[in-house]
C-alpha cells in the first residue's frame, strides 16, 4: 500500500529565513513524487515532480526536493522564505502508470515578518 | 490554455438536497480524476474516469456518490441526500492519459457545505 507522511503539522519561520518540510512515503515500485501548495481557499499548485534523474528538483518559487531513496524521503526546501510563502504544503506519491495520487495530510506554514 | 475548470466554486446544501459538481479539464485531457479534502486532511482519491466511462471508482462511498465524464460536457460529481459529514472540498484534476497519467493538474476545487 503507498502512503505519505508529513510529520510536522504546522512550521512557523520567519521572513527570510530557511525553510524545509519532511515528506516520507511507502511505495511497492519506483514512486513518482509530488509537492503542491495550497494557499488558503484556493485550488492546488504543483510546485514540482521527481519522475527519474536527478535526485535535486528545481521547482517555481524558489522550491528544491531532494529525493532520498534510502530514507524514502523527498522533502522540500527553500532557502529564504517570503510572506507569500505562507499556505498548505501537500507531499504526493504516485508512479508510473499508478493514476492514484496518495497525499499527506499536510504542512501548515506561517510565515512571521 | 485555460486549466481545470470546477464550478461551483461554493456550493451550500440543506440536509436531503443533492449537489451537483461539475469539472472540466484541460483541453486534450481525456481523464478525469475526482479527490476529497475534508477539513485538517489530506486529500483522498475518489474516482477515475475516462470519456464515457468509469476506471475506477474504489474511493468512492458506497451510496449516494456518484461521477460520470460523458462524451460532451464536463465531468459531473453527484451527491444525493446530502449530509453533514459530506461537507468537503471537492477537488478534480485532469490528465492526457497513458503514462503521463500520474502528471495530473488540479483544478481551484469547490467547497460544499452542508447546513
Known amino acids: 500500500a503507498q502512503s505519505v507522511t508529513q510529520p510536522d503539522i504546522h512550521i512557523t519561520v520567519s521572513e527570510g529565513a530557511s525553510l524545509e518540510l519532511r515528506c516520507n512515503y511507502s511505495?511497492?515500485?519506483?514512486?513518482?513524487l509530488f509537492w503542491y501548495v495550497q494557499s488558503p481557499g484556493q485550488g492546488l499548485q504543483l510546485l514540482l515532480k521527481y519522475f527519474s534523474g536527478d535526485t535535486l528538483v528545481q521547482g517555481i518559487k524558489g522550491f528544491e526536493a531532494e529525493f532520498k531513496r534510502s530514507q524514502s524521503s523527498f522533502n522540500l526546501r527553500k532557502p529564504s522564505v517570503h510572506w507569500s510563502d505562507a499556505a498548505e504544503y501537500f507531499c504526493a506519491v504516485g508512479g508510473l502508470g499508478d493514476y492514484k495520487l496518495s497525499f499527506g495530510a499536510g504542512t501548515t506554514v506561517t510565515v512571521r515578518a | 490554455n485555460a486549466g481545470v475548470m470546477q464550478n461551483p466554486r461554493h456550493l451550500v446544501r440543506r440536509r436531503g438536497q443533492e449537489a451537483r459538481l461539475r469539472c472540466s479539464p484541460m483541453?486534450?485531457?481525456?481523464?478525469v480524476y475526482w479527490y476529497r479534502q475534508l477539513p485538517e486532511e489530506g486529500l483522498k482519491f475518489m474516482v477515475y474516469l475516462q470519456k464515457e466511462n468509469i476506471i475506477d471508482e474504489s474511493g468512492m462511498p458506497k451510496e449516494r456518490f456518484s461521477a460520470e465524464f460523458p462524451k460532451e460536457g464536463p465531468s459531473i460529481l453527484r451527491i444525493q441526500q446530502v449530509v453533514r459529514g459530506d461537507s468537503a472540498a471537492y477537488f478534480c484534476?485532469?490528465?492526457?492519459?497513458?503514462?503521463?497519467?500520474?502528471?495530473?493538474?488540479f483544478g481551484q476545487g469547490t467547497r460544499l457545505t452542508v447546513v
Open positions: 483541453k486534450g485531457h481525456s481523464h
Open positions: 511505495y511497492g515500485a519506483t514512486p513518482y
Open positions: 484534476a485532469s490528465s492526457p492519459g497513458g503514462q503521463r497519467d500520474t502528471e495530473a493538474f
